[in-house]
């Protein structure tokens, strides 16, 4: 089992920077590919960011390709996610998930997720 706790969001004016972190329990952090995924109201969940285990691959969705950087610290048990450049498109909440399995942009391959951040952009 593995816990996953989100934390960093807040309101930020277009064009500003936040920095996600997300911390898992568990002595197998490495054994997992991690994801950061969004909703925003009245949508459907969206892949953002993934991963591997090792931190030494990972996939972005195009919408925040060049903006978004994930990145993962296994001595601490715990993934990041930099935003920058961020727009009032980027608002929605922001969960992390860890993936047992090969990593994956579909939220139907994590198996573990956090209860979620809220980032608001500001025009």
């Known amino acids: 089992q593995v816990q996953l706790v989100e934390s960093g969001g807040g309101l930020v004016q277009a064009g500003g920077s936040l920095r996600l972190s997300c911390a898992a329990s568990?002595?197998?952090?490495?054994?997992?590919?991690m994801g950061w995924f969004r909703q925003a109201p009245g949508k459907e969940r969206d892949f953002v960011a993934s991963?591997?285990?090792?931190?030494?691959?990972?996939v972005y969705a195009d919408s925040v390709k060049g903006r978004f950087t994930i990145s993962r610290d296994n001595a601490k048990n715990t993934v990041y996610l930099e935003m920058n450049s961020l727009k009032p498109e980027d608002t929605a909440v922001y969960y992390c998930?860890?993936?047992?399995?090969?990593?994956?942009?579909?939220?139907?391959?994590?198996?573990?997720w956090g209860q979620g951040t809220q980032v608001t952009v500001s025009s």
């Open positions: 998930a860890a993936d047992r399995g090969l990593m994956t942009t579909s939220s139907y391959g994590y198996d573990y």
């Open positions: 568990g002595r197998t952090f490495s054994y997992y590919a």
């Open positions: 991963i591997s285990g090792s931190g030494g691959r990972t």
